[in-house]
């Protein structure tokens, strides 16, 4: 509230808010995208299991667990922007990928794989690097943009809607 009243435009409190989440959403996908894969490496270590040897695409790896962290990020505070209310956005993250799209997918059948958060699931979904050409699946560059797609215009609304309401 304080920052809305005190700032000169109020399309910068919104820059300034989407550059903050990006960053702390970026730090905590390459926090855990490090964590999670070590922590799993120690357990098998300690119980005296060996892996075999593997072969990974560290890039591509990379930048979809970036994306998908970013991607949440940016949907959450898309979310709390629109709603202007943290409780509404988070209940909403829970309620849209798992009730909201279930249900559009009776509807859609196989054009789910368009939907926001089944399209953002698509990036990091394991294998989804070698798509069968017959299947439904986007790859993951396909999936990125048609989240990218839903995002753009998303903040779209939500700036016009940020920069005409009252600071209340």
Known sequence: MYTLT???????VLIAKFITVSVYALF????????????????IHLHGYKLVPQTLSYGNLAWRSLFYGWGYGMAGLLLAILTRNQVASIVALFVIPGVA????G?????STVYLPFSSLNQVIRAGSDRIDPTSSNLSPGKAAGVY??????GW?????????????
């Not at 009776?106 to 196989?110: F, G, N, Q, R, Y």
């Not at 990218?148 to 215009?153: H, R, S, T, W």
């Open 6 to 12: 005190s700032s000169n435009s109020r399309t910068k």
């Open 28 to 43: 905590l996908a390459v926090l855990i995208a490090v964590l999670a894969p070590s922590m799993a490496y120690l357990g």
């Open 101 to 104: 799209e279930q249900l559009l």
């Open 106 to 110: 009776l509807l859609l059948k196989h």
């Open 148 to 153: 990218c797609i839903y995002l753009v215009i």
């Open 156 to 168: 779209i609304v939500a700036w016009i809607l940020f920069t005409k309401r009252d600071a209340n």
